[in-house]
């Protein structure tokens, strides 16, 4: 099975590289894809891929789930991790994913991302998905074909996908670790990116969390 790996991404131009051979360092090759979803505007990004490792880029103005759907729909791959710029993989993650999908009823597969938002596995942050799953029945609840809502604007992506995964009981852990470095726990610096993207709207987005949660909950 190979895995897509999408990277929605803003203004972080000097992200790209180091993230692009982090994975290429940890990930066997041929067995992946790495995709990078730029804004229109963003030339810096566009030339830190080309110069980066094995990896190429798509152009997707708007929210980090658009971007994220824009990259599944630029992808073929069996598995799918949506993930962000600020992660950092460690040895043997895709042995440890691969591991678990070995059961055919597991759909998505949770990952460390050495946090507390994942230290007690009720909620995964980087979950990888198959891709059947997101086209049928859909690994966000009432549209088929999106990895995350489109009607989020950043927050809740992964919590509609690992939740609704964990109700209908196709959720399962993973030993792989994807680092999450952030400035929630005090690995990185904020940066403008953060402030453009985090927590906004995030009133709407918990709003149509609890919504869709109450309409597969009945």
């Keep these: 099975m190979n895995v897509g790996i999408l990277v929605p991404t803003l203004d972080r131009p000097e992200s790209i590289g180091p993230l692009a051979s982090n994975i290429a360092d940890t990930t ?24 980066a490792e094995f990896c190429r880029y798509i152009l997707c103005d708007g929210t980090y789930p658009r971007k994220t ?7 073929n791959d069996d598995l799918i991790l949506p993930t ?11 042995e440890a994913v691969e591991d678990v999908f070995t059961d055919p009823h597991v759909q998505v597969v949770g990952t460390d991302d050495t946090t507390p938002a994942t230290a007690d596995r009720t909620h995964a942050t980087m979950p990888v998905i198959r891709r059947e799953y997101i ?8 549209r088929p074909g999106e990895v995350f809502d489109s009607r989020l604007r950043h927050n809740f992506c992964e919590t509609i996908v690992w939740q609704l995964a964990e109700h209908r009981g196709v959720a399962a852990w993973s030993d792989a670790v994807i680092e999450h470095r952030h400035p929630d726990w005090g690995t990185r610096e904020l940066d403008d990116t ?6 906004q ?6 709003a149509l969390f609890e919504q869709v949660k109450a309409e597969w909950s009945r």
């Design 135 to 142: 086209e049928d029945p859909g690994c966000t609840w009432g």
């Design 69 to 75: 759907n824009a990259g599944y729909a630029a992808s």
């Design 84 to 94: 962000a710029d600020d992660v950092w993989f460690r040895e043997g993650w895709l």
């Design 28 to 51: 066997p090759l041929g067995s992946y894809s790495l995709i990078f979803v730029l804004d229109h505007g963003d030339q810096a990004s566009r030339e830190a891929v080309k110069a």
């Design 201 to 206: 709207g995030w009133d709407e987005d918990r």
């Design 194 to 199: 953060d402030r453009k993207g985090n927590r």
